[in-house]
């Protein structure tokens, strides 16, 4: 167990929908990450947060959206669904400040989305 | 662009020794991560590497030589729980130094361990 949790671990919805995946890091961990696993692409990073502030963005559609709460917790929120949205996507949580140090990011258990 | 290339697939014996390799290009690099994902599971970390040379934890080692752009996971004494893909991924170097955080990652090598 890394300590990262997720919910909800699956999804089904329609296309055109609207879903919001969350994220609660570990404890002491001030940097969330989300990434997007499809079969054919790998890994692809989505965006992060440090603090309640994004950091740095990766290949995030404008269809997409994320915010870090006080709480330190994240969502992820994906709208106007489309079958190419269809994977699996995890956070992942990190001690240091981008530009600091290196540390290693520990991953939740991810949330598969299936879009019909 | 960043580009990193791992083999899609390899076949290993139980007890033997697989080694991984993975190129990258890519400007600003700052380390070289090696997690373990099993199927439909989360990715875990193995090792890093940002200095040339040879990291051992066990049975995995990792390598890393910066100016070839080049790294290598070696698996010792394989077992049949080893069968899983490994997933190469390069942090960049941040605007104040270290590491930018976010981790660019390859596709995988998807090993399976046989009997």
């Known amino acids: 167990d890394s300590g990262v949790t997720q919910t909800p671990k699956h999804l089904i919805t329609a296309t055109g929908q609207r879903v919001t995946l969350r994220c609660s890091p570990r404890s002491g961990d001030l940097s969330v990450y989300w990434y997007q696993q499809s079969l054919d692409q790998g890994l692809q990073f989505l965006i992060q947060?440090?603090?309640?502030?994004?950091?740095a963005k990766g290949n995030i559609l404008e269809r997409f959206s994320a915010q870090q709460f006080p709480d330190l917790h994240s969502e992820l929120n994906l709208s106007s669904l489309e079958l190419g949205d269809s994977a699996l996507y995890f956070c992942a949580s990190s001690v240091a400040e981008a530009g600091f140090m290196n540390t290693e990011a520990f991953f939740g258990q991810g949330t598969r989305l299936t879009v019909v | 662009g960043q580009n990193i290339d791992q083999p899609t697939e390899m076949t290993a014996t139980e007890g033997a020794i697989v080694q991984i390799n993975c190129t990258y290009q890519?400007?600003?690099?700052?380390?070289l991560f090696w997690y373990q994902q099993h199927a439909g599971e989360a990715p875990t970390f193995l090792s890093y590497?940002?200095?040339?040379g040879l990291e051992e934890k066990g049975r995995f080692s990792s390598f890393l030589s910066r100016s070839k752009g080049y790294s290598y996971l070696l698996l010792k004494e394989l077992q049949m729980k080893d069968s899983a893909s490994y997933l190469c991924a390069v942090s960049l170097r941040g605007i104040y130094g270290g590491s930018q955080g976010n981790l660019i990652f390859g596709k995988g090598t998807k090993l399976s361990v046989k009997p």
């Open positions: 890519t400007s600003g690099f700052n380390g």
């Open positions: 590497n940002v200095l040339d």
């Open positions: 947060y440090y603090n309640g502030e994004e950091r």
